[in-house]
């Protein structure tokens, strides 16, 4: 029962989010209908109508008019903004800077479904390393769906595995494109950083309008391109201690200003429609489509001019590699819908394709010596296609109780298709190269082997491409009644049956609200819920050069490995096939609606995970020696492998207030308080593998299992509270509207010490936005997001010899780019 008529107005982003406010008539409508009388489709089939505020289960509804004004900041950040039991993981390294996480209620993007008019969105090509999830999985991308065709998101936040497939553990997002007949929007925003390095600005255009299709049909088209400029935010590190010998003149210029992370130069452009044609017969056809292209520029850690992956006749002042994505996104929905007998059914067909390719423009593989490149133009590529068809069928029954009994069934068939390219084999090959004496100044690697790999990028070679294709069919009974006047209660059941090793699953689903008057009402869920291994955790492997953190908290250079599932490397250290997850859900809350201009709802929840789907600690040291030469590899990698690791339950409360308050001649005034508290605990790590513990004596390396580095991004990573206030204030024909955000502290747990732990703590960001329509249709709003330039904690030095990765550490919950400032003018007609 939560209202949202206060971010509709102020159109509040996420900190680094450029946006203005909805138009006056649009303002005007939102206050004359309350969106607690918006009508939802989520969460519930068939039967009367069913608003937000009589939903048997917690959901908000968000309008586009906010989101729509997204310049610099990624969809998925923009809800977190506005929803706390969602976390955004700003991830700042790498690939991963595109690829950034969100977490509903305390876990990963692979527990989230996200549809699009009701119909299942394919997923991306990507895996996720970083910004607090590191499972694999390819979370969909909801930044290659065009803002400008947004009407609203449904936002379920409840199990729904039963109702919707196996990855609505945790909610269902569902994006409602715009179906209007005529009108149309267009926009252009520019913004930039407070301060920084590179390029702080952020422009953006988008374009919507709408055409009728026969006598009650229509065809909306929308798109928007957007440029965000490469920018970094990076600061000296401190308190070092100067990198061997001491004498070396390139050291003791340098400032140790490591990194160039920050956000990626990026290059977006999406088109998309949504049409609807009602036939005379009473079938009405409908289709939507959505493409999107992308291309990126990512920074990197700096290659300091005498370490093992710089070649210094090449770069002799070191060098700041690139990685560059090429990316383009499709899918297509054709359907038709009607009522035959008294049922209503739908019919529907959908393909969708993501592909990703990753070159550099600039980068080498120091393994070649001073002939290797400095641009590759193909380091890896990555493709996910789905496939699917629906049918939902639903029909009311008047059974002789107070509400008609709504029977609901259905089908779906799926086709998941996964596939990685190997890129230049130069990229990836061990050319050997040995350090010879003049080749750096100080001659600190005389003798030693350059590192291996093209850097900055992954690289994938042909041992490790994979081709991966997964059938599955599912079936599911839904069953909605009132057994007596104020109490509803919905049962559903879902049967799926995969093709490979997840074979047959199901789960079921109680879910039940009992209105004791206008006032008051209590809601609960009882669930259970599966989720298929993603074909990314099946078949996915890489080898790539990477640093990361030894035992005692030094930072290494390596070569890392993720052995394929299934692969005779990963047996050997313990892997096994992996089984489902399974997951068990409850629920209990209350809506209290004391006053009519003041809503209030209370909902806490448990979510457990078994037989959790995880990657394993790095494995690495002589101990694994032989297994690694046997293999083909040179002895020397840290391995990693996907398992069936961990149990996991996650606890946690939200809590939403909302009241409008009339000022009668001075306007109206909405506030909003939302808070989330959330907490996941580990109950059961699997037992390390026979085959680790016979590997014997480690000297310097890791043989555990899953160790509290891993834990902790299950556990710590994310902040356990998070507090929304909001108010806007309208006022004939300007609105101002603010927001303040509080993020609890988090931790990186970086090794098994504990005194290597680094802990972020809490943050306040504060937002604000001023809008003013200066004729019907015409306005602008100017304003700025994290106005105050609030930061993340710094983690200072990441290594004591080197005084490398001097940049923001963890997965902060909020971008750590600091204030944005911007200004928009936009005209609706």
């Known amino acids: 029962m939560r209202s949202r008529i206060s971010l509709y107005t102020a159109g509040l982003l996420a900190s680094s989010t450029l946006f203005t406010a ?57 809800l977190a903004a506005q929803l706390p039991s969602f976390n955004f993981g700003t991830n700042v390294a790498g690939i991963n800077s595109i690829v950034r996480p969100v977490s509903n209620r305390g876990m990963g993007p692979a527990y989230t479904l996200v549809l699009v008019n009701g119909k299942r969105r394919h997923n991306g090509a990507l895996l996720t390393n970083g910004g607090g999830d590191t499972s694999g999985v390819n979370p969909v991308d909801l930044d290659l769906i065009p803002l400008s065709a947004v009407d609203s998101f449904e936002v379920l936040k409840d199990s729904a595995a039963a109702q919707y497939g196996s990855d609505a553990v945790a909610g269902v997002v569902n994006v409602k494109l715009k179906s209007r007949r ?31 299709l026969g006598e009650e049909g229509f065809i909306h088209v929308s798109g928007d391109a957007r440029k965000r400029g490469m920018a970094w935010w990076n600061f000296p590190a401190t308190n070092l201690v100067a990198y061997s010998p001491a004498s070396n003149p390139k050291n003791a210029t340098w400032n140790r200003d490591g990194a160039h992370n920050g956000d990626p130069e990026i290059k977006a452009y999406n088109l998309s429609y949504n049409a609807e044609l009602p036939l005379q017969n009473g079938v009405t056809l409908y289709s939507f489509t959505t493409g999107g292209l992308r291309e990126t520029v990512i920074g990197n850690n700096f290659r300091r001019p005498n370490s093992a992956a710089n070649i210094a006749s090449l770069f002799p002042d070191g ?13 297509s929905v054709w359907g038709a819908k009607g009522e035959w007998a008294g049922w209503d059914w739908d019919l529907s067909a959908s393909y969708g394709r993501n592909r990703n390719q990753q070159y550099s423009d600039f980068t080498i593989n120091p ?48 086709i998941d298709r996964f596939a990685t390219y190997a890129g230049d084999p130069r990229a990836s090959v061990n050319g050997g190269y040995i350090f010879k004496p003049g080749d750096q100044e100080g001659n600190p690697n005389v003798g030693k082997p350059a590192s291996v790999g093209a850097q900055a990028g992954v690289t994938l070679s042909k041992a490790d491409e994979a081709r991966l294709v997964r059938r599955s ?59 298929a291994p993603s074909l990314t955790q099946l ?9 990361n953190i030894d035992a005692a908290g030094n930072v290494v250079p390596s070569l890392s490995k993720l052995a394929r599932t299934g692969s005779a490397l990963a047996e050997a250290l313990g892997g096994k096939d992996l089984d489902p997850e399974k ?22 929840y448990q979510v457990k995970v078994t037989d959790r789907i995880v990657r394993t600690g790095y494995l690495y040291g002589p101990a694994l020696n032989r297994l690694l030469l046997a293999n083909g590899l040179s002895g020397t990698e840290w391995v990693q ?76 990573a994310n902040p356990e509270t998070k507090l929304i206030l909001s108010g806007t204030w309208t006022w004939d024909r300007f609105t101002v509207g603010g927001r303040v955000t509080r993020y609890g502290s988090y931790i990186w747990q970086r090794t098994e010490n504990v005194a290597q732990d680094v802990k972020f703590g809490a943050k306040w960001l504060t937002d604000l936005d001023v809008g003013v329509e200066l004729t019907d249709g015409l306005r602008v709003n100017v304003g700025a997001n994290n106005i105050f330039d609030v930061r993340p904690d710094k983690n200072g030095p990441g290594d004591p010899v080197s005084g490398g990765f001097s940049f923001y550490y963890g997965s902060p919950p909020f971008a750590p780019s600091g204030g944005t400032y911007y200004a928009r003018i936009s005209y609706d007609f």
């Open 367 to 414: 393994s070649l010596g001073p002939s290797t490149p400095t641009r590759f133009d193909s380091l890896a590529t990555y493709q996910f296609e789905q496939s699917v068809a629906n049918l939902d069928v639903t029909r009311g029954f008047a059974v002789g109780l107070p509400e008609p009994l709504q029977f609901s069934w259905g089908a779906e068939g799926r």
């Open 182 to 212: 005529e009108g149309g929007h267009i926009g252009l925003t520019w913004g930039s950083l407070y301060d920084g390095e590179g390029d702080l600005q952020t422009k953006k255009l988008e374009a919507d309008f709408a055409l009728p």
């Open 319 to 331: 060098y700041f590699p690139l990685n560059n994505t090429n990316e383009n996104d499709l899918q």
């Open 641 to 716: 492998y996907f398992a069936n690791a961990v149990d996991t339950r996650t606890r946690g409360l939200d809590v939403v207030a909302d009241t409008k308050l009339d000022l009668e001649a001075f306007g109206d005034l909405k506030l909003e308080a939302a808070f989330n508290y959330n907490k996941t605990k580990i109950t059961h790590i699997a037992n390390t593998p026979s085959q680790l513990l016979g590997l014997g004596s480690n000297p310097g390396g890791n043989l555990i299992f899953f160790g509290r580095s891993a834990q902790g991004d299950l556990t710590v």
């Open 473 to 531: 069919v599912a079936g599911y009974a839904d069953l909605g009644l009132y057994p007596v006047k104020d109490w509803f209660v919905d049962v559903a059941v879902r049967v799926e049956n995969y093709d490979d090793s997840s074979g047959t699953t199901a789960g079921g689903k109680i879910n039940s609200r009992y209105d004791f008057n206008d006032i008051i009402a209590v809601r609960g869920t009882v669930g259970t819920g599966f989720r």
């Open 539 to 547: 078949g996915y492997a890489q080898t790539d050069n990477r640093t």
């Open 583 to 604: 997951s068990v859900n409850f629920g209990l809350g209350f809506v209290l609606r004391p006053l009519d201009q003041v809503n209030l709802t209370v909902d806490g």
């Open 22 to 78: 909805p138009t006056l008539a649009q303002q005007v409508q939102v206050a004359e209908t309350s969106i607690q009388d918006a009508i939802i489709v989520t969460g519930v089939r068939g039967g009367k109508p069913r608003t937000v505020a009589d939903s048997p289960a917690p959901i908000d509804v968000l309008s586009a008019e906010g989101f729509q004004r997204a310049g610099r900041a990624e969809l998925g950040e923009a």
